[in-house]
């Protein structure tokens, strides 16, 4: 049985790794290797001028702003910062009163970055704390607990981000030519780094098990593939009107949604059209709904935003399970309604807001409101391609633009209420029109390159059939009762579903000439199925609908 657990935790890497802490004494015992400076002059093993009260140490760093007026001293770290349970950064610090002039506040901040994007202050996060003269004092940073400032306000809380790799500190503020010497110590992080958190290799999501290229026919307009694509019309919320008050009509005539030049079209307009329940509006446009769901995988999509302040476009997903009029799966899996369905926002843009794209989660837990959210600034949402990815495993979503992750949902304590994201989701693309639609909008469209969806190749949910021992397992997905065949193969046989963390959910022995086992207690999702006798061990991936 111990090779058939080890084997488990590896391929969902479930496994213990070495930590790495963020910290500097100056002394040599610390992690940190990349300090730098801008408009200031540093040392990092000076020493220590003022040995006295709670710092004796022999050295420190020195810092001196010679009038620059955005004068800081930083480091990088080689992962990401993950706030969500550790957000305290501490430092000692003694500026003389003699080293300063102007009339600047006595203070000191601690500036988060992402060292990553071209302008690493335009989302930084940052702390300010007072500081008093001729002393040495510890100075705490609490990213969740203090008052913090986000330079762009639609950035989430610190807590909620995972974008972050750089650590500015600055002394008496910033946008002045004032002068001041400082001494630091004991600069520390009171979390650890992991030896990776490159979040998307939990799980190597790397088989394609469902895409759109939207190549089309070229110089013609064509529609959809309706194998793929579903057309919906009818409003969800009441009878004449969708979420959010939004004035369109959504239709599904090639007018408003096609393929053209290889992308798909979603093409908001300004027009007077009366839908499908004779209700007349001054705009129209489409909402598709994918006929492929599936639980778990990496979503990539490469898309282009429209014009227009009062567009409200989205690229997202909703439980099948969900409840609702009109939709292409409620007939056959509508049981749940919203939110407990579950809602995943991959993407949104609102053109009053040109640049700024948010990914976000709906669910009981926040009553359907939008409070478990995280974006970013972009350049040129709406003239040239992005690439929105979504990486959604048994634990987590991280969600990302252009490789750059800015937003990670992992609820500590999983439950129905804050994590229905274990059952299957379906894709939607569409382009809401909303009460504040300029004057002057006449029709822009979000335009889609591709839309990919993969998962790891031992999660495939094809029949499945191994030749040493000429096992089938089927159906894969399987709703209640799972068949297994032998066909060369006559011992007793013990088979165990673990789920994707490796726990053991259930066990069960068999003959091989038994051939029915009941499933239908399991939630939906992916497990291991794991079957072994005297002989052999094979593992299984199965899909519980």
């Known amino acids: 049985m111990y090779k058939i657990i080890t084997s488990l935790l590896f391929i969902f890497s479930i496994s213990l790794f070495s930590q790495e802490k963020v910290e500097d004494d100056f002394e040599g015992n610390g992690t940190i290797s990349s300090w730098d400076a801008d408009a200031t002059t540093i040392n990092t093993a000076f020493a220590n001028p003022f040995k006295t009260g709670i710092n004796t140490s022999n050295t420190v760093l020195r810092y001196e702003d010679n009038g620059g007026r955005y004068a800081n001293v930083r480091f990088d770290v080689s992962k990401n910062f993950d706030l969500s349970q550790k957000h305290t950064f501490t430092l000692k610090i003694y500026v003389a009163s003699s080293s300063i002039t102007g009339s600047q506040t006595n203070q000191i901040s601690l500036k988060l970055q992402n060292n990553k994007i ?96 939207f190549d089309g026919v070229d110089g013609q307009i064509v529609d959809l593939d309706n194998t793929k694509w579903f057309k919906q019309t009818y409003p969800i919320i009441g009878g004449n009107s ?34 499908n329940n004779n209700n007349s509006k001054d705009f129209t446009s489409a909402r598709l709904n994918s006929k492929f769901a599936f639980t778990y995988g990496k979503i990539v999509i490469r898309a282009k935003m429209p014009f227009g302040v009062g567009t409200f476009p989205a690229l997202w997903m909703l439980g099948q399970n969900i409840t609702e009029t009109g939709g292409y799966w409620a007939p056959t899996h509508g049981n749940t309604p919203w939110p407990d369905c579950g809602e995943i926002d991959i993407i949104e843009h609102w053109g009053d807001n040109q640049n700024f794209v948010q990914s976000a989660l709906h669910n009981r837990s926040s009553f359907g409101g939008t409070i478990n959210k995280g974006g970013r600034m972009i350049l040129n949402a709406s003239t040239e391609f992005h690439i929105y990815t979504l990486y959604w495993d048994a634990n987590k979503m991280v969600f990302s633009v252009d490789g750059i992750e800015h937003y990670t949902y992992n609820p500590q304590n999983k439950n129905i209420q804050n994590w229905p994201y ?93 051939n029915s086992i009941d499933v239908s207690f399991l939630k939906s999702g992916f497990y291991i199925l794991n079957i072994q006798s005297d002989s052999f061990s094979k593992n299984f991936k199965i899909l519980k609908n």
């Open 242 to 275: 969708w979420a959010n008050s939004e004035v369109q009509h959504y239709t599904d005539r090639i007018d408003n949604s096609f393929i053209s030049n290889g992308t798909l079209k979603i093409l908001a307009k300004r027009e007077t059209y009366q839908g």
């Open 422 to 514: 274990n059952a299957p989701q379906y894709l939607l693309f569409n382009v809401a029109i909303l009460p504040n639609i300029a004057a002057s909008f006449s029709e822009s469209a979000m335009e889609i390159d591709y839309v990919k969806v993969y998962q790891a190749s031992s999660l495939s949910t094809d029949d499945t059939t191994i030749d040493e021992k000429k096992i089938r397992i089927f159906p894969n997905p399987v709703n209640n009762q799972l068949e297994i065949q032998f066909a060369n193969f006559s011992e007793k046989y013990q088979g165990t579903i673990y789920d994707l963390t490796g726990k053991k959910v259930h066990t069960f022995n068999k003959n091989a000439h038994e």
């Open 118 to 213: 071209n302008a690493p202050w335009s989302t930084q996060s940052e702390v300010i704390k007072t500081i008093s003269l001729n002393t040495w004092q510890t100075v705490t940073f609490d990213f969740k607990n203090d008052a913090y400032i986000n330079i762009d306000a639609n950035s989430a809380a610190p807590i909620n981000r995972n974008d972050f790799n750089r650590v500015v500190i600055q002394i008496n503020g910033e946008d002045n030519t004032n002068k001041v010497i400082a001494y630091i110590d004991d600069v520390a992080y009171d979390g650890t780094l992991p030896e990776s958190n490159n979040n998307n290799s939990d799980i190597n999501f790397n088989t394609l098990v469902w895409s759109d290229e």
